[in-house]
């Protein structure tokens, strides 16, 4: 038996869902809260908070990983059919 496995890169960045799923973990390893993000240099400020904080960074590697990893399949990679 064949193994057909890859990661489909392409597929997931085409996804709108993904980077949905993305872009709310990287605000919720910051602790943004939308409310007072009402400018875009604090929503910078956000940002290199995050950067400066190595627990946030660990936080938001993990947190990619669930997003980016297929729960159906086995391991990382996905089965191609």
Known sequence: MEN????LIKERLKNPVFWFGMLGVIFSASGVDFHTLTSWS????ALLNILQNPVAIV?????MYGV??????KGVKDKIK
């Open 59 to 63: 936080a938001i590697i993990i947190a």
């Open 42 to 45: 604090l929503l910078g400020q």
């Open 68 to 73: 980016w990893n297929n729960p159906t399949e």
């Open 4 to 7: 057909n496995k890859t990661i």
